[in-house]
């Protein structure tokens, strides 16, 4: 039975990784060196170490740091890899809610919903979202989310919609590497009353999607919503036409479009006769720069390079040219339900 901090190879693909979280039942997510996390089958697992031996071998290595300059070294090191995320004045504000999206707004009878979870603060967030099951909680979405940034949480299926009544939301906020005011621990809970789900006014417009959405304010100005809010309350908060959260992250900004790239090369080149392995590597990395170069003034700019897994060959070529050349990019795992397994997102910054 694979666990949480086992090392594994995959049965049935290159590479392998550690299991940092187990999914469900049958899928867990396995991190490999290069920091980017792959669903995989647990059933496509094949343990290398356990994480008791894994956590042996980390005290081992943590031994070998033994004067000042070794660790230095590694201070250095992992400064390397760190972006500083850019700040704004009205971001030192905690602003956090929660959104849910209808799938299909025509079918508010019948259709699922997505949880989003909106972080509008310069601050990085630690959170817990927990329902109320009898008199205890169980948690419904753990993890750490970046500054100016909405995460989906998860689908709700409408037949779930009675677990999300009672809401508690808990958040530490923090910054990386810079001085910052320190915030209280929030913890809040929510009344929300499932009925809204199905009313067509209860979904408005707003400064975070382009689609309308049911929000629920958790803080607001750094102020938490009353710890067990109205029907009444949120009826008010919900009709508020003129928001008072910060729309830096609206996407009626009209942010740019996200720019895809397809890296394979049968998607570049109509004929591959006569090159190499290494002629075609090069011609991928020559696509990537060229893409890079062109939108290097755009600030703000995403792009999808799709590479693919394979054996990560052009994969570990990119990262290594984001890391010299264009260190002040923002780089993460593009969304794998959109693009697949194997696509990463640049940032231009």
Same mark, same amino acid.
């Given at each position: 039975? $694979?666990?949480?901090?086992?090392?594994?190879?995959?049965?049935?693909?290159?590479?392998?990784?550690?299991?940092?979280? /187990?999914? +469900?039942?049958?899928?867990?997510?396995?991190?490999?060196?290069?920091?980017?996390?792959?669903?995989?089958?647990?059933?496509?697992?094949?343990?290398?170490?356990?994480?008791?031996?894994?956590?042996?071998?980390?005290?081992?290595?943590?031994?070998?740091?033994?004067?000042?300059?070794?660790? $230095?070294?590694?201070?250095?090191?992992?400064?390397?890899?760190?972006?500083?995320?850019?700040?704004?004045?009205?971001?030192?504000?905690?602003?956090?809610?929660?959104?849910?999206?209808?799938?299909?707004?025509?079918?508010?009878?019948?259709?699922?919903?997505?949880?989003?979870?909106?972080?509008?603060?310069?601050?990085?967030?630690?959170?817990?979202?927990?329902?109320?099951?009898?008199?205890?909680? $169980?948690?419904?979405?753990?993890?750490?989310?970046?500054?100016?940034?909405?995460?989906?949480?998860?689908?709700?299926?409408?037949?779930?919609?009675?677990?999300?009544?009672?809401?508690?939301?808990?958040?530490?906020?923090?910054?990386?590497?810079?001085?910052?005011?320190?915030?209280?621990?929030?913890?809040?809970? /929510?009344?929300?009353?499932?009925?809204?789900?199905?009313?067509?006014?209860?979904? $408005?417009?707003?400064?975070?999607?382009?689609?309308?959405?049911?929000?629920?304010?958790?803080?607001?100005?750094?102020?938490?919503?009353?710890?067990?809010?109205?029907?009444?309350?949120?009826?008010?908060?919900?009709?508020?036409?003129?928001?008072?959260?910060?729309?830096?992250?609206?996407?009626?900004?009209?942010?740019?479009?996200?720019?895809?790239?397809?890296?394979?090369? +049968?998607?570049?080149?109509?004929?591959?006769?006569?090159?190499?392995?290494?002629?075609?590597?090069?011609?991928?990395?020559?696509?990537?720069?060229?893409?890079?170069?062109?939108?290097?003034?755009?600030?703000?700019?995403?792009?999808?390079?799709?590479?693919?897994?394979?054996?990560?060959?052009?994969?570990?070529?990119?990262?290594?040219?984001?890391?010299?050349?264009?260190?002040?990019?923002?780089?993460?795992?593009?969304?794998?339900?959109?693009?697949?397994?194997?696509?990463?997102?640049?940032?231009?910054?």
């Amino acid at each position: 039975m $694979v666990k949480v901090g086992d090392r594994v190879r995959f049965l049935n693909a290159t590479g392998g990784g550690t299991v940092t979280k /187990i999914i +469900n039942r049958e899928l867990v997510l396995v991190t490999d060196e290069d920091g980017f996390d792959v669903p995989t089958l647990a059933r496509e697992c094949v343990i290398v170490e356990t994480e008791t031996t894994v956590h042996t071998q980390t005290k081992e290595k943590e031994k070998e740091i033994q004067t000042l300059d070794d660790f $230095v070294e590694k201070e250095k090191q992992e400064d390397a890899s760190y972006v500083p995320q850019e700040e704004t004045p009205e971001g030192e504000s905690m602003n956090l809610l929660l959104a849910f999206l209808p799938q299909n707004e025509k079918m508010l009878s019948s259709t699922n919903f997505d949880a989003f979870l909106v972080n509008d603060s310069n601050y990085y967030l630690a959170y817990n979202i927990a329902v109320m099951v009898g008199t205890k909680f $169980v948690s419904k979405a753990v993890g750490f989310i970046q500054p100016n940034t909405k995460i989906l949480l998860q689908e709700v299926d409408r037949n779930d919609l009675n677990d999300w009544e009672q809401l508690r939301v808990q958040a530490l906020a923090l910054k990386q590497k810079r001085t910052y005011t320190l915030k209280p621990a929030y913890d809040v809970q /929510i009344k929300l009353n499932a009925v809204k789900f199905y009313k067509l006014h209860s979904f $408005v417009e707003n400064d975070y999607f382009d689609e309308l959405a049911l929000i629920c304010p958790v803080v607001q100005n750094d102020m938490p919503v009353n710890a067990v809010a109205t029907e009444d309350e949120l009826e008010h908060l919900l009709q508020q036409k003129e928001t008072s959260f910060p729309a830096k992250i609206s996407k009626k900004q009209k942010q740019p479009e996200i720019i895809v790239k397809d890296l394979h090369i +049968n998607q570049l080149l109509d004929n591959t006769n006569g090159m190499a392995p290494a002629d075609m590597l090069q011609y991928q990395l020559d696509v990537f720069n060229r893409v890079m170069a062109e939108n290097a003034k755009s600030k703000g700019q995403k792009i999808v390079f799709i590479h693919g897994k394979g054996n990560g060959v052009l994969r570990k070529e990119i990262l290594k040219q984001l890391k010299i050349k264009y260190s002040t990019c923002y780089v993460q795992d593009a969304s794998f339900q959109e693009y697949g397994y194997g696509a990463t997102m640049v940032t231009i910054r």
